[in-house]
C-alpha cells in the first residue's frame, strides 16, 4: 500500500529540469604586428553576445562562461586597425586560445560617426596575400582539413586534379609552388606524392594529404604574387603555414575521427610560471585502419601516419623560442588482378608498390630590441624519400621486375632578420636567407 501511495505521489508531482548550455573560455594574447610588443587596455568583444574584455599589461585577455558556438571577435585598439575574426568555434571540451596581431594605423583623423551597413573588416594582407585560417579549412566543404586544397577558393588558383593537393597558380606548374613552414623553406610536406599520377611515379610537389593536421595549424598564409624580397626564388606561388602554440594553462587531450584519419591530440603547459606550452598531434589513416580490418577500396591499398610537435618557451620580456617537428610514413599499393580479361590499361598487369617518409624539424628565436625593433631567426632542416617498384605479370601471371625508383630530397633552410619600427605605417626589415639542398 505505501508503494502505490509513493507512485501515485511521483505521478502527481511535477519535477522541472533546468538544463544550463556547455560553456567555454575564450583567451588569448594582443601584440604589436610589427614589434610583438603586447598591447595593454585593447577591447575584445564577441558582437551579439554581449560579451568583452580588456587586454592586460601582458596584452592577455579572457572571457569566460561563452556558450559552445561559432562566434565573430573584434579586436579595438586606439590608434591600431580594428580586427573582426570570423567563425571562430568554442567547443566544451577545450579552450579557444587565440595570439592576436594589430597593425597601427596610417594616420589617424578625428572621430567620425557613419551610418552604414557594412562591416569594418580589416584586409590584413594586400597584394595577392591571401589568409588560411582553420576555421575556414574546417568549415569548407571538400578541403579535407587541407590548407592547400582550401587555396583553390581563391581567384586564380586550381587543383591540378581531384586526387592530389598540387595547385597550378596563375597557370605555372604545381612544381613552382614553395612550401614553408614556420617562415622557412621545407621540402614536399604531403602523404603519397605520387597520388594522382597515371603511372603512380612521385610527383615534386603536392601529394594526397598533408602531413599537418589541422589540429595544429594556425593562421597560414598564400602568395600568388608580388613576392617580397625575402622569398628569394619563387616561381608560382608560396604556401607558408604557421602552427599555433599550445594551452598554457590547462591539459587538455583531444580525439578526433573523420573520412581523412584518426587525430589524437595533447597539449598543455610545460611549465606554469614561464608560460611555456606543448602541443602534439597523432593521426593514423582511416581508410588504412579500414583496410587492416578487411574492407576493401578497390585495387589499391593507401595507408599513412604521421606525428607533429610544437614546443613553445616565452622570453621574460617577450619573443621567446619554440621547437617544431613533423614526420610521415604513407604508401600506395596496387596489385593486378591475376585474369588478363579485367585487363583494360597498361597499368592493370602491374603490381605497384610505392613507400614514401618525410620528416622536418627546427627552431624559432625572436627577441624584441627595445619598443620599436624586433630580430627573428628560423632554422630547419627537411627531407623526403619515396621509393617505387613495378613488377609486370606476364600472359603466365609470373612476376618480372621492371621498373625501380628512388628519389632523395633533402633541404637545410636559415631565415634571419631584423625589423625596426620607424613610425605609423613604415618600417623596415634587413636581413639573411641561406638554403642548402
Known amino acids: 500500500m505505501r508503494l502505490l501511495t509513493t507512485l501515485c505521489l511521483l505521478l502527481a508531482t511535477q519535477l522541472s529540469l533546468f538544463a544550463q548550455a556547455p560553456t567555454q573560455t575564450i583567451r588569448g594574447l594582443l601584440i604589436d604586428a610589427d614589434t610583438r610588443q603586447p598591447l595593454v587596455g585593447a577591447t575584445v568583444q564577441l558582437p551579439g553576445a554581449d560579451l568583452g ?33 570570423q567563425e571562430i568555434l568554442v567547443e566544451s571540451g577545450r579552450e579557444t586560445v587565440l595570439q592576436l596581431e594589430l597593425q597601427e594605423s596610417t594616420s589617424q583623423l578625428e572621430a567620425v560617426e557613419i551610418a552604414a551597413s557594412r562591416s569594418d573588416i580589416r584586409v590584413p594582407h594586400p597584394l595577392s596575400v591571401k589568409t588560411l585560417t582553420v576555421e575556414e579549412t ?115 587531450q583531444t580525439l578526433q575521427a573523420g573520412l581523412i584519419g584518426i587525430d589524437l591530440a595533447a597539449e598543455g603547459p610545460l611549465s606554469r610560471p614561464g608560460g611555456a606550452s606543448y602541443l602534439a598531434n597523432y593521426r593514423y589513416s582511416t581508410v588504412g585502419l579500414l583496410t587492416k580490418m578487411g574492407l576493401e577500396f578497390g585495387d589499391e591499398e593507401i595507408n599513412f601516419q604521421d606525428l607533429s610537435f610544437h614546443l613553445s618557451f616565452p622570453g ?42 618525410m620528416g622536418a624539424a627546427g627552431m624559432t628565436y625572436t627577441r624584441p630590441i627595445g619598443r620599436r625593433g624586433l630580430w627573428r631567426t628560423v632554422l630547419a632542416v627537411s627531407a623526403v624519400n619515396s621509393t617505387r617498384t613495378g613488377s609486370r605479370l606476364d600472359d603466365s601471371y609470373t612476376l618480372k621486375l621492371l621498373e625501380d625508383d628512388e628519389q632523395t630530397q633533402a633541404r637545410a633552410s636559415l631565415h634571419s632578420w631584423l625589423q625596426y619600427k620607424l613610425g605609423s605605417g613604415s618600417s623596415f626589415r634587413l636581413g639573411l636567407m641561406a638554403t642548402r639542398q
Open 53 to 85: 574584455a580588456v587586454s592586460d599589461s601582458l596584452g592577455r585577455f579572457r572571457l569566460d562562461a561563452v556558450p559552445v558556438g561559432r562566434y565573430q571577435v573584434e579586436v579595438r585598439y586606439l590608434g591600431y586597425e580594428s580586427l573582426l575574426l
Open 138 to 252: 574546417r568549415r569548407f566543404p571538400a578541403t579535407f582539413f587541407d590548407p592547400a586544397r582550401l587555396s583553390t577558393a581563391f581567384a586564380g588558383v586550381v587543383n591540378d586534379n581531384d586526387q592530389a593537393n598540387g595547385l597550378v597558380i596563375r597557370g605555372n606548374s604545381p612544381n613552382g609552388l614553395a612550401w614553408r613552414l614556420e617562415g622557412v623553406d621545407i621540402v614536399n610536406p604531403n602523404h603519397t606524392p605520387n597520388a594522382g599520377t597515371y603511372s603512380d611515379r612521385v610527383t615534386q610537389n603536392g601529394g594526397g594529404v598533408n602531413i599537418l593536421s589541422a589540429q595544429m595549424l594556425g593562421t597560414s598564409h598564400l602568395y600568388t604574387g608580388a613576392f617580397p624580397a625575402s622569398f628569394g626564388n619563387v616561381l608560382s606561388g608560396v604556401l607558408d603555414m604557421r602552427l599555433r602554440r599550445g594551452n598554457n594553462e590547462q591539459h587538455e
Open 316 to 357: 621574460k620580456k617577450g619573443g621567446g623560442l619554440t621547437l617544431f617537428g613533423l614526420g610521415g610514413l604513407s604508401e600506395n599499393l596496387f596489385r593486378a588482378k591475376r585474369d588478363s580479361s579485367l585487363w583494360e590499361f597498361a597499368k592493370d598487369r602491374y603490381d605497384i608498390l610505392f613507400h614514401s617518409k
